[in-house]
């Protein structure tokens, strides 16, 4: 609960930052917005030479698509912001004040810094997969929940993995290469993780779940998620947060000495 | 007295570091057998600091101030020893110990760069949960007293360096401290500025009886504030007590500043009474044995007579002791 | 100016040594967007019966294939770097050398590109047996790729400082060069060689710059046009270098004359 308000102050401050610079919010918006509509014009070229891709109707590859900014967004909305703040913090010695204060350190650092605008690319992320759920018209009360479950999940996913990712800094300092790698698989969720080559496939499924993070929830609400797999999703979700923040914890005793 | 604020027995700390060399075959080797040395940046060191305190902590870099600082304040696990402060074992990091207790860096700043201080003193006080009631009465006491009226509601990036200062300082006590630990707070700013620190920081401890350690490299803050200081080298703890008597105990000599009549400096040799260490027109400064120094100064104002126009004897500046501590001329050398 | 050049080359392979690691992962990182559209073709092209108009799979791995390494060979970050040294202020003593900045970004490129060459082929012959690439290109195909890559790569390069200019007179570069990277996307032939964009698509991606950068090198690399195409679409490349080459001129001109005009 605490936290929550907490969560909501650091969004507020920042939300009252960008708003103070106008234009730039115009121009991001604008980014997005042409990012998006090429990419979905990408998937409009390909279908345009097919009507289905691997068991993937045009319908359901924009529910894709969409889920894929949603995850993307929600990425690039607090994720990215703060965990290359995180890293500063730790050239700059400044994560110190973090862990000096009465509350979570992994909260207070990963959590910490907004990209507001990036809501935009969720909304729009939003937009293109009611578009494509529109074509399917298969969304019943229990598809909506298994989707919002599999898009926590997926959020979760990205979350330790990119704790994982960033808990190397402890040690390495400079591992900026170490999350380039990350944004740049997580290029591949665009397209469902099937249609890939196996070696690339199985990458994306376990090593960089980018895969599962955006093909589950799209399956999930074209009712193609049954419910043994959605529950394999919560568990591996839950099991990868809880590894990764006890890495988390490792890199964190190490940095302050305590196995040295 | 009760039981101490600051209880420190016989603490050690010992960095493991890596030595590697430049290029790229050097890696690779040390990658398959790491050079590593133990550096021993505390080595057992022991000091208890009652409630209310402004001690100094000093010692060049390197010392080890800034370890032990972090030890007590709970970013660093010892080596071995023991620590108590308010009754908390720091590295332990209770939410109850962190509430308590702060930590400022001169060099290092919490403050949000691009935001004003005033929105990072309301996260602060979202972490800390401090209640609104208290919140707005510490801010507007250490608005008063820091003079900060116009700074918290500028973005932090348009302060100058000692107005960040000033801010960093408020936002590093809202949660209203029993005890502070401040490394270097007054590096980089101008005379003025560290002036004002100063008596903020004399002012806070007066009203709030926070307990206070303190690093600094400039000697004019720890006059200011401290009545003890704890001074330390290579690890080790070198002196424990007030500063009055840190010139006596580490500084063998006194100085003897004779100022001679004119024309009569040319004539007379002041060597004879001791080692002259300064000489500028009729001023000599003579540095003399601490004990023979009455007798020194007696015989020179019978000797010279008329010619002698004023004379002092005082301990050497506080620099100058620190300075020789550090650089470890050991006790009695001096004549 | 060849003694010129020699220093700078001297100088960049020093600087560019010390980032080896990293120029080799960023080569990789470009490697992964071209594989991603090869593998939704090869979907598309199996759903199908394995052909999709003149491409059936194994041309869809050849031409990804090429698209990476002209890709690689093409494309220049220049824009970034240069809008970071205006806003910096670091553009002014370049300005006083008596070297036009551009030749170091020349350099630069050049230099980056053949300490990534080699890691770059390794990990496309990887990509080509993994999807099976077949390219079709005769002895004369590979003779005139060596003109149309260079071509297709200056145009890029001039493309991207024309873009990078911007920064002379707006701090939003960020803004402008989304919208070209996003123009290459479409145009250029990421999305899907041009001969199999929609339409419409297609004749604006004729009549715009973007497909002779990095596009036409790659389908004559791989042999899906004719040498007599071939020979055409190069002359149109030589055409849209000559008109980038005038433009830069005019646009830098009038920009240095912008920037240091305002004092910076």
Redesign the interface.
């Known amino acids: 609960m605490r936290y929550l308000r907490l969560l909501a102050l650091f969004f507020r401050t920042e939300l009252q930052y960008e708003l103070e610079y106008r234009t730039n919010l115009a121009l991001e918006i604008v980014q997005i917005v042409v990012i998006i509509t090429t990419s979905v014009g990408a998937v409009l070229i390909l279908f345009n030479y097919t009507t289905v891709l691997n068991g993937w109707d045009l319908g359901a590859m924009l529910v894709l698509l969409g889920c894929f900014y949603l995850v993307q967004g929600f990425g690039e909305l607090v994720l990215q912001p703060s965990f290359e703040k995180f890293m500063e913090h730790v050239r700059l010695g400044t994560l110190d004040f973090a862990l000096l204060k009465p509350a979570s350190a992994q909260f207070l650092v990963t959590l910490r810094n907004f990209q507001v605008v990036q809501l935009g690319q969720m909304g729009l992320g939003a937009v293109v997969a009611i578009v494509g759920l529109g074509r399917i018209s298969t969304l019943g009360p229990g598809e909506a929940v298994a989707f919002a479950v599999a898009l926590v999940c997926g959020f979760v996913l990205i979350y330790a993995l990119l704790l994982a990712l960033s808990t190397f800094a402890f040690w390495f300092v400079r591992i900026d290469n170490l999350m380039a790698i990350y944004w740049s698989f997580l290029d591949a969720g665009r397209f469902p993780v099937d249609i890939y080559p196996g070696w690339l496939r199985v990458t994306l499924s376990t090593a960089v779940p980018v895969g599962v993070a955006v093909t589950l929830p799209a399956q999930a609400i074209s009712g193609r998620l049954d419910l043994f797999g959605l529950a394999v999703l919560v568990v591996g979700s839950i099991a990868a947060f809880i590894l990764s923040s006890l890495f988390w914890r490792v890199g964190l005793r190490s940095y302050t000495g305590a196995s040295a | 007295m009760g039981e101490p604020i600051i209880d420190v027995r016989d603490l050690r700390k010992t960095f493991r570091v890596t030595e590697r060399q430049e290029g790229l075959a050097a890696t690779l080797r040390s990658f398959v057998r790491r050079q590593r040395r133990d550096v021993n940046a505390v080595a057992g060191i022991t000091f208890r600091i009652e409630a209310g305190e402004v001690v100094g902590f000093l010692g060049p870099n390197g010392a080890g101030k800034t370890t032990t600082l972090k030890v007590l304040s709970g970013l660093l696990y010892p080596t071995a020893g023991e620590a108590h402060v308010l009754g908390f074992v720091p590295w332990r990091r209770e939410n109850a110990y962190l509430q308590q207790m702060t930590l400022l860096m001169g060099n290092r700043t919490q403050l949000v760069w691009d935001i004003p201080a005033a929105d990072s003193f309301r996260v602060l006080q979202e972490i800390y949960g401090v209640p609104d009631e208290s919140f707005r009465r510490t801010v507007g006491e250490l608005t008063e007293l820091l003079e900060l009226q116009d700074l918290v509601h500028k973005p932090v990036r348009n302060l100058s360096l000692g107005e960040r200062m000033k801010v960093e300082f408020a936002a590093g006590l809202i949660q209203s401290p029993r005890v502070a630990f401040l490394d270097e707070p007054t590096i980089g700013l101008d005379v003025s500025m560290q002036s004002r620190i100063r008596r903020f920081v004399a002012e806070y401890n007066r009203r709030t009886g926070a307990t206070i350690l303190l690093t600094s490299h400039y000697m004019d803050d720890v006059v200011a504030l401290c009545r003890r200081v704890i001074v330390i080298h290579h690890g080790h703890l070198l002196y424990d007590g007030p500063l009055a008597d840190l010139a006596e105990r580490m500084a063998p000599y006194k100085i003897i500043t004779a100022t001679l009549r004119d024309g009569a400096a040319a004539t007379i040799d002041l060597a004879a009474y001791g080692t002259v260490t300064g000489r500028d027109e009729g001023r000599v400064t003579l540095k003399v044995d601490r004990q023979g120094a009455p007798e020194r100064a007696a015989r020179l104002v019978n000797e010279l007579g008329e010619n002698l126009a004023d004379i002092s004897v005082e301990d050497p500046p506080i620099e100058e002791v620190i300075d020789r501590v550090f650089s470890e001329e050991r006790v009695g050398t001096a004549t | 100016m060849i003694d010129v050049y020699r220093a700078l080359f001297v100088g960049q392979i020093q600087a560019a040594s010390q980032y080896r690691?990293?120029s080799v992962?960023?080569m990789l990182?470009s490697v992964?967007?071209p594989?991603?559209?090869l593998?939704?073709?090869?979907?598309?092209a199996?759903?199908?019966g394995g052909r999709?108009?003149s491409y059936d799979v194994r041309d869809f791995a050849a031409y990804y294939v090429a698209l990476s390494l002209v890709s690689n060979l093409a494309t220049s970050w220049n824009a970034y770097d240069f809008e970071f040294e205006v806003r910096m202020g670091r553009l002014s003593p370049k300005l006083l050398r008596p070297l036009h900045p551009i030749h170091y970004a020349v350099v630069e490129n050049i230099v980056w590109k053949m300490t990534t060459i080699i890691p770059l082929l390794i990990v496309l012959g990887f990509v080509a047996v993994?999807?099976d690439a077949r390219f079709r290109a005769t002895p004369v195909h590979l003779v005139l790729f060596v003109p149309s890559v260079i071509l297709g790569g200056s145009l890029a390069f001039l493309g991207g400082w024309v873009i990078a200019t911007s920064a002379f007179w707006t701090t939003?570069v960020?803004?402008v060069s989304?919208?070209w990277d996003?123009a290459v996307?479409?145009f250029a032939g990421q999305?899907?060689p041009l001969a199999?964009?929609?339409g419409a698509?297609q004749t604006i991606a004729l009549v715009l710059p973007f497909g002779y950068m990095l596009g036409v090198p790659a389908e004559i690399l791989q042999g899906a046009v004719d040498v007599p195409t071939a020979m055409l679409l190069i002359a149109v490349q030589a055409i849209w270098v000559a008109i980038f080459y005038a433009l830069l001129q005019v646009v830098w001109r009038v920009g240095v004359r912008q920037y240091t005009g305002v004092g910076a």
């Open positions: 690691v990293q992962l960023w990182f992964i967007r594989v991603i559209f593998a939704a073709w090869v979907a598309v199996n759903a199908q999709v108009a993994t999807f939003r960020h803004a989304t919208l996003r996307f479409i999305i899907a199999l964009l929609p698509l």
